[in-house]
């Protein structure tokens, strides 16, 4: 057959026609192929050889790992060295399986290396995801500044509680936001952060406005001046 309904009814007894492929397709399209944090996922220190993570999960390729409500999951970090910063990654590492072999989809902590000047440790990374491939995901940075674990930062897109990715809400095409009136100014929104914008005055209600540290030349009736000294 080269084609496959997936959610559709099976009587009882039928053998299940859902497999964890099938599922992982489905989340990845509703990620539009984007892997990382899901759900409010935290990983905080609890001391110089201990994170902790809780309050959501990840998605890796579509395949899918929690922590439960209530519940917590301690990773070991390995001791920093003297002198030396390392940078450490909380990963997604999902192995795939096959025939009699399950899958493994775990948190783990990919260890840099000691340095002056630390870095993020390379992982790996499976395009194909057959039998025996293993593919990881950066969730979370473990920075270490010698012994101690100086800070935990998050990592990739956060596809939050919707599954919505910050790039996928981006605009196709930015839009300039402006003013116009007795105040003007004018921004670039494409949907991916907030913006400021900038305003001057030109104008109160159809007067003139003159902000300076002297009286405007050639003022004519209803100007309005305001002095902020010299």
């Excluded at 989340?27 to 905080?44: N, W």
């Excluded at 840099?112 to 990881?136: A, C, F, H, K």
């Excluded at 990715?165 to 009136?181: C, D, F, M, N, V």
Aim: hydrophobic letters at 35%; one cysteine or more.
């Amino acid at each position: 057959m080269s084609y496959k309904a997936i959610t559709i009814y099976t009587p009882a007894g039928t053998d299940p026609h859902i497999a964890a492929e099938d599922d992982a397709f489905i989340y990845d399209s509703i990620f539009a192929c984007t892997s990382g944090r899901l759900g409010g996922l935290v990983c905080q220190r609890i001391n110089d050889n201990t994170v902790r993570l809780s309050g959501g999960g990840a998605a890796n390729r579509g395949y899918i790992l929690r922590v439960p409500a209530g519940n917590t999951h301690d990773l070991p970090v390995t001791s920093g060295s003297q002198h030396l910063g390392r940078h450490d990654l909380v990963v997604s590492r999902f192995i795939r399986g096959g025939s009699n072999t399950a899958d493994v989809h775990e948190f783990a902590v990919v260890e840099g290396v000691p340095s002056e000047q630390p870095v993020d440790p390379e992982l790996t990374v499976s395009e194909l995801l057959m039998y025996g491939d293993v593919n990881e995901v950066a969730l979370f940075r473990i920075v270490l500044s010698e012994l101690a674990i100086a800070s935990v930062e998050p990592l990739g897109r956060d596809l939050g509680n919707s599954g919505m990715s910050l790039e996928s809400q981006k605009l196709t095409t930015p839009r300039a936001i402006g003013l116009s009136g007795d105040l003007s100014g004018q921004a670039a929104f494409d949907g991916s952060a907030d913006i400021s914008l900038p305003a001057e005055v030109h104008g109160l209600c159809g007067s003139r406005v003159t902000v300076a540290s002297t009286a405007p030349e050639n003022p004519s009736e209803g100007d309005l001046w305001i002095s902020f000294g010299e």
